[in-house]
């Protein structure tokens, strides 16, 4: 059985950077696509970007894609997701989850989620 | 990008009723769509994707339908444990986006 396991809960200061990680087990990782989802508290889900690891390329929503990156490890089957220049509004809980399927990108595993806070 | 419109907003239902959801793109995703309930503190969880596929593990009693530009997805006799909010999600073309969801309140 897949699972994505996220890397803790972060508090970072406004305009430094944050790295979250998402580690992959149980199953294939290399060509499943690994797509990051942000969530504001007491609001909706909103998708940021992907990445395919095997062929490491990445697709960004376009607000996301100035100060997003997002990158893979295929030999430890981690995904990362870092966000620069952070502003208070970045504060959220940050999702990976993983396509359904080739060609679906639909998303049936997620992490548990990571909270990062940017706080002065 | 494709714009999803869920209604209501908030549902107020007892156990045992048949509850229908609403979702509308600003264009055709034809059937690149999902839906997901997700509940406090946790991870959304795939429910259907094809518009009416039931993911693994799904109970019957969650059904999609619709193509194009309308959705609906109906839970034919709520159960406790389905309250949380619901979204749906098409992923017809970049960028993906989610509807604003629907919460699901027991009454």
């Known amino acids: 059985q897949v699972q994505l396991v996220q890397s803790g809960a972060e508090v970072k200061k406004p305009g430094s950077s944050v790295k979250v990680s998402c580690k992959a087990s149980?199953?294939?990782?290399?060509?499943?696509?690994i797509n990051w989802v942000r969530q504001v508290p007491g609001q909706g889900l909103e998708w940021m970007g992907r990445?395919?690891?095997?062929?490491?390329?990445?697709t960004f929503a376009q607000r996301f894609q100035d100060r997003v990156s997002i990158t893979a490890d295929k030999s430890t089957t981690t995904a990362y997701m870092e966000v620069s220049s952070l502003r208070f509004e970045d504060t959220a809980v940050y999702f990976c989850?993983?396509?359904?399927?080739?060609?679906?990108?639909?998303?049936?595993?997620w992490g548990q989620g990571t909270m990062v806070t940017v706080s002065s | 990008e494709i714009v999803l419109t869920q209604s209501p907003a908030t549902l107020s239902v007892s156990p045992g009723e048949r509850v229908t959801l609403s979702c509308r793109a600003t264009?055709?995703?034809?059937?690149?769509l999902a839906w997901y309930q997700q509940k406090p503190g946790q991870a959304p969880r795939l429910l259907i994707h094809?518009?009416?596929s039931r993911a693994t593990g799904i109970p019957a009693r969650f059904s999609g339908s619709g193509s194009g530009t309308d959705f609906t997805l109906a839970i034919s006799s709520l159960q406790s444990e389905d309250f949380g909010v619901y979204y749906c999600?098409?992923?017809?073309?970049?960028?993906?986006?989610f509807g604003g969801g629907t919460k699901v309140e027991i009454k």
């Open positions: 989850a993983r396509d359904f399927s080739t060609g679906s990108n639909a998303f049936d595993i």
């Open positions: 149980g199953g294939a990782f290399s060509t499943s696509g």
């Open positions: 990445i395919i690891p095997i062929l490491g390329l990445a």
């Open positions: 264009e055709s995703v034809t059937n690149n």
């Open positions: 094809g518009a009416s």
């Open positions: 999600q098409q992923y017809y073309n970049w960028p993906l986006t």
